[in-house]
Antibody
């Protein structure tokens, strides 16, 4: 069974940093592009970033470019999202998802709250 | 960026009703469009990929159609478990963009 489980969310002050993880199981993550998608509670889905199979090609939404860094460790089947210079508008549930033609499987997400 | 305009934003329907949700892209996206269902507190679930291909395990009452810039998700006979929010996603070009969502509520 494919599973994606995010962790690392929490409360952080504006300007702070947080690192999210996404543990994949039930498939070989090295065979798939992976994504981060965020969702403000009660609002819609917003794509954040995509990393290709080996991590050599990464794309970011303009809203996070220069502040967020995506990486992956295929030996651990884990995806990461390093978030720096966090702003109130980054408050959201962060989902990881897999797939190259639109995500097919998603995790339930981890909540990041940026507030003082 | 490609804008995805989804309508309606919400609808009320009864069990057994036929429901249609539309997504319009601001430019042509070929067949690079998926539909997702999300229930409160849950991960999105892919229903339809590349416009009209039904995801394995998804009931056949769900169908997708369209081309170019206008796309439709149809639920032929709404069931109690279908009350949820539905999103379209274009993956033709970055940034990938979602429609604003359609909340399907019980009438």
């Amino acid at each position: 069974e494919v599973q994606l489980v995010e962790s690392g969310g929490g409360l952080v002050q504006p300007g702070g940093s947080l690192r999210l993880s996404c543990a994949a199981s039930g498939f070989t993550s090295a065979n798939y592009w992976m994504h981060w998608v965020r969702q403000v509670p009660g609002k819609g889905l917003v794509w954040v970033s995509r990393i290709n199979n080996d991590g050599s090609d990464i794309v970011y939404a303009d809203s996070v470019k220069g502040r967020f860094t995506v990486s992956r460790d295929n030996t651990k089947n884990t995806l990461y999202l390093q978030m720096n210079s966090l702003r109130a508008e980054d408050t959201a549930v962060y989902h990881c998802a897999r797939g190259s033609r639109g995500p097919d499987y998603w995790g339930q997400g981890t909540l990041v709250t940026v507030a003082s | 960026d490609i804008q995805m305009t989804q309508s309606p934003s919400s609808l009320s329907a009864s069990v057994g009703d036929r429901v249609t949700i539309t997504c319009r892209a601001s430019q042509g996206i070929r067949n690079d469009l998926n539909w997702y269902q999300q229930k409160p507190g849950k991960a999105p679930k892919r229903l339809i990929y590349t416009v009209s291909t039904l995801q394995s395990g998804v009931p056949s009452r769900f169908s997708g159609s369209g081309s170019g810039t206008e796309f439709t998700l149809t639920i032929s006979s709404l069931q109690p478990e279908d009350f949820a929010t539905y999103y379209c996603l274009q993956f033709n070009s970055y940034p990938w963009t979602f429609g604003q969502g359609t909340k399907v509520e019980i009438k």
